[in-house]
């Protein structure tokens, strides 16, 4: 009985600090490079304006910045919300009758490679300009496709050996779902959730450029270039960044506590 | 043999795809009430196939076979059997109680009967202590405990079971042909074992049914008339021997000596 393997135990503060320190002092290197070398390589300002620079135009914009930040952040998480959960449904569908879903594939593989931000302007004149909708579908249609090729893949790489068992029960398909396809799939729609999250940020930013309402984010990105205001243009652009960062790290963690029994999360490796 | 057929085979062929692999040819097999079955063959004779078409998993291509005095279709729908494979095949989202509760799920046994009756599977394993593990914490034989515990778990009358020792180390197999023993002789159920090991066959069966590849059909039926309960000493007994040997010479005979292609 001594063949148990326990659980990897906490790691403890000093392994954290020694895991991330590097990652740290890159960082660190990085945003001194950007203050200071710049500057002396001679990159004008409206190429990358310095640090300080672009920290000041944030301060100083801070509440439209801000604001601007959580419409467009409402954009893409609409579209995230919709586009992922069409595509599960979908990819549920799919599964289930496998000469739709022989079907429907090549389709809908061939329309994941479409660049579909190119379609942002027609939206616009589809659902208005001033319409978040404008936004939020370019953002949901860029969810859709990972969503919809992880989760049925995810749904039908089950052993057949599971499903055996299953049938030995006369279980009938919606227990097999429930029970079996969707818990394996799990893994693969968080890869996927994690990819829609960025997407749905890219959706909704490039949704923002062809024209939206003057507070979005996108817009304000836009109007600061025009403006030659490249410092607000940056705090922008970083307040974007930050978004898309946290989306992400909220739907990783996420991933930490749904999938607590999959092998790449009881490992500790990412 | 038993007047009181679990299984009864009669003149099953099967068929593979359209030009035609026969794994099964004209197969007549009667397993009795209480009975420990071993098919044992070379590869590609049929036997796990076999195995699938007594628990409605692969249908025959002809023939007629009755499981509980059923068809085996009915058999399947009524829960009449509990299946181990060569890998556990637990699910890995769910702990080690989870996993042998799922059948006891899917029948709609209330929580209080399930966990009652998961407890009892536990002791019957010998796994109390691990019922909040998850799969990837267990050995490879703590992982196939578990699995006997949820096949037995709604007290099925038959046990089927695919190379379950198969994948284990010697040590560990050895262990859990005493444990299955053990249990066998507890809950009263009929076993058909499917190996590739002989010296396993005649430790566990009360019959071995020796089986020929290309066509796959039964060549022999060997008896084994080693005392219950068996222990240890049995495997150092001469009788085991002398049934070892026949069980090897009959698998000659049937030409599991020729080279074999990979399954």
């Given at each position: 009985?001594?063949?148990?393997?326990?659980?990897?135990?906490?790691?403890?503060?000093?392994?954290?600090?020694?895991?991330?320190?590097?990652?740290?002092?890159?960082?660190?290197?990085?945003?001194?490079?950007?203050?200071?070398?710049?500057?002396?390589?001679g990159?004008?300002?409206?190429?990358?304006?310095?640090?300080s620079?672009?920290?000041?135009?944030?301060?100083?914009?801070?509440?439209?910045?801000?604001?601007?930040?959580?419409?467009?952040?409402?954009?893409?998480?609409?579209?995230?919300?919709?586009?992922?959960?069409?595509?599960?449904l979908?990819?549920?569908?799919?599964?289930?009758?496998?000469?739709?879903?022989?079907?429907?594939?090549?389709?809908?593989?061939?329309?994941?490679?479409?660049?579909?931000?190119?379609?942002?302007?027609?939206?616009?004149?589809?659902?208005?300009?001033?319409?978040?909708?404008?936004?939020?579908?370019?953002?949901?249609?860029?969810?859709?496709?990972?969503?919809?090729?992880?989760?049925?893949?995810?749904?039908?790489?089950?052993?057949?050996?599971?499903?055996?068992?299953?049938?030995?029960?006369?279980?009938?398909?919606?227990?097999?779902?429930?029970?079996?396809?969707?818990?394996?799939?799990?893994?693969f729609?968080?890869?996927?959730?994690?990819?829609?999250?960025?997407?749905?940020?890219?959706?909704?930013?490039?949704?923002?450029?062809?024209?939206?309402?003057?507070?979005?984010?996108?817009?304000?990105?836009?109007?600061?270039?025009?403006?030659?205001?490249?410092?607000?243009?940056?705090a922008?652009?970083?307040?974007?960044s930050?978004?898309?960062?946290?989306?992400?790290?909220?739907?990783?963690?996420?991933?930490?506590?749904?999938?607590?029994?999959?092998?790449?999360?009881?490992?500790?490796?990412? | 043999?038993?007047?009181?057929?679990?299984?009864?085979?009669?003149?099953?062929?099967k068929?593979?795809?359209?030009?035609?692999?026969?794994?099964?040819?004209?197969?007549?097999?009667?397993?009795?009430?209480?009975?420990?079955?071993?098919?044992?063959?070379?590869?590609?004779?049929?036997?796990?196939?076999?195995?699938?078409?007594?628990?409605?998993?692969?249908?025959?291509?002809?023939?007629?076979?009755?499981?509980n005095?059923?068809?085996?279709?009915r058999?399947?729908?009524?829960?009449?059997?509990?299946?181990?494979?060569?890998?556990?095949?637990?699910?890995?989202?769910?702990?080690?109680?989870?996993?042998?509760?799922?059948?006891?799920?899917?029948?709609?046994?209330?929580?209080?009967?399930?966990?009652?009756?998961?407890?009892?599977?536990?002791?019957?394993?010998?796994?109390?202590?691990?019922?909040?593990?998850?799969?990837?914490?267990?050995?490879?034989?703590?992982?196939?405990?578990?699995?006997?515990?949820?096949?037995?778990?709604?007290?099925p009358?038959?046990?089927?079971?695919?190379?379950?020792?198969?994948?284990?180390d010697?040590?560990?197999?050895?262990?859990?042909?005493?444990?299955?023993?053990?249990?066998?002789?507890?809950?009263?159920?009929?076993?058909?074992?499917?190996?590739h090991?002989?010296?396993?066959?005649?430790?566990?069966?009360?019959?071995?049914?020796?089986?020929?590849?290309?066509?796959?059909?039964?060549?022999?039926?060997?008896?084994?008339?080693?005392?219950?309960?068996?222990t240890?000493?049995?495997?150092?007994?001469?009788?085991?021997?002398?049934?070892?040997?026949?069980?090897?010479?009959?698998?000659?005979?049937?030409g599991?000596?020729?080279?074999?292609?990979?399954e």
């Amino acid at each position: 009985m001594s063949t148990i393997a326990q659980p990897v135990a906490e790691r403890s503060g000093t392994d954290h600090v020694r895991k991330w320190a590097p990652a740290l002092v890159v960082f660190g290197i990085g945003l001194a490079a950007w203050q200071w070398l710049l500057p002396v390589l001679g990159v004008e300002r409206y190429l990358l304006p310095p640090l300080s620079d672009v920290l000041q135009a944030f301060w100083d914009n801070r509440s439209e910045l801000l604001n601007a930040g959580w419409i467009t952040f409402k954009e893409a998480f609409g579209g995230f919300l919709l586009g992922c959960s069409v595509a599960f449904l979908l990819a549920l569908v799919l599964a289930r009758w496998r000469p739709f879903g022989n079907a429907l594939m090549p389709y809908m593989i061939a329309a994941n490679a479409v660049p579909i931000v190119a379609f942002a302007p027609i939206t616009n004149a589809w659902f208005g300009t001033l319409s978040p909708w404008s936004k939020i579908v370019i953002a949901a249609v860029l969810c859709f496709f990972p969503v919809l090729v992880n989760t049925l893949r995810g749904l039908t790489s089950v052993r057949p050996e599971s499903l055996e068992l299953m049938r030995s029960y006369a279980a009938p398909q919606r227990v097999v779902f429930a029970r079996l396809r969707i818990p394996t799939s799990l893994p693969f729609v968080f890869t996927a959730l994690k990819i829609a999250s960025v997407l749905a940020m890219i959706g909704a930013v490039v949704g923002d450029y062809f024209g939206g309402s003057t507070e979005a984010l996108g817009v304000q990105i836009v109007s600061s270039v025009s403006l030659a205001q490249y410092e607000t243009a940056w705090a922008a652009i970083l307040v974007a960044s930050l978004i898309g960062i946290a989306f992400y790290a909220t739907v990783a963690l996420a991933e930490r506590l749904v999938l607590s029994w999959h092998p790449s999360i009881r490992a500790g490796v990412e | 043999m038993s007047t009181e057929a679990v299984v009864s085979a009669n003149g099953i062929s099967k068929t593979f795809g359209k030009g035609g692999v026969t794994a099964l040819e004209n197969i007549d097999l009667e397993v009795g009430s209480g009975e420990f079955v071993s098919l044992i063959g070379p590869s590609g004779c049929g036997k796990s196939t076999l195995l699938r078409v007594i628990g409605d998993l692969v249908e025959p291509s002809s023939g007629e076979i009755l499981v509980n005095g059923k068809t085996a279709h009915r058999a399947r729908l009524d829960r009449d059997y509990g299946i181990v494979f060569q890998a556990a095949v637990l699910y890995d989202w769910r702990t080690v109680t989870k996993n042998i509760a799922l059948p006891l799920e899917l029948l709609d046994w209330s929580r209080a009967r399930r966990t009652a009756r998961v407890a009892e599977m536990l002791d019957l394993v010998e796994l109390n202590g691990f019922e909040k593990h998850y799969p990837w914490q267990l050995s490879g034989g703590m992982q196939q405990r578990v699995s006997i515990a949820r096949a037995l778990s709604f007290s099925p009358a038959l046990l089927l079971m695919d190379e379950p020792f198969g994948a284990l180390d010697e040590m560990t197999r050895e262990r859990l042909n005493a444990e299955l023993l053990r249990i066998w002789a507890e809950i009263g159920s009929t076993v058909i074992f499917v190996t590739h090991s002989i010296a396993e066959a005649v430790y566990l069966s009360t019959r071995v049914v020796v089986m020929s590849a290309r066509p796959g059909r039964i060549t022999s039926v060997i008896p084994i008339d080693l005392a219950q309960p068996r222990t240890f000493e049995t495997r150092e007994d001469p009788r085991f021997f002398e049934l070892v040997t026949q069980v090897r010479e009959a698998l000659h005979a049937g030409g599991a000596d020729a080279e074999e292609p990979a399954e």
